[in-house]
């Protein structure tokens, strides 16, 4: 069974950072486009962040490019969001997808079959 599991999101004042952990079970991500979501109160959900399969390259939003970084560790099959130099307007549930059947990223909602169930993260002083 696939399954995604975000953890690592929470409170932090503007200016400061948080890790996103993306740990997968039931496959293996190597090969899989991951992409990381967000979605504030009241706005349709966006993509902030994606790694092609095996590594072929990662894929930025406009607003979190310099901040955000997306990274993925094998061995521990999970992928990660580093963010920094948070701003209020980073504040959402963030979620993470999966994607087997494409081999590089995109934003397209429609392109990831499994959803982690998201993670709040909340910026403010």
Known sequence: QVQLVESGGGL?????????????SGFSLHDYVIGWF?????KER????????????THYADSVKG??????????NTV?????????????VYYCAADGLRDFCSFQ????????????????S
């Open 38 to 42: 967000r979605q504030a109160p009241g």
């Open 67 to 76: 901040r955000f970084t997306i990274s993925r560790d094998n061995a521990k």
């Open 12 to 24: 932090v004042q503007p200016g400061g950072s948080l890790r996103l952990s993306c740990a997968a």
């Open 109 to 124: 909602l429609w392109e990831y079959d499994d959803w982690g169930q998201g993670t709040q993260v909340t910026v403010s």
């Open 80 to 92: 990660y969001l580093q963010m920094n130099s948070l701003e209020p307007e980073d504040t959402a």
């Open 46 to 57: 966006e993509g902030v962040s994606c790694i092609s399969g095996s590594d072929r390259g």
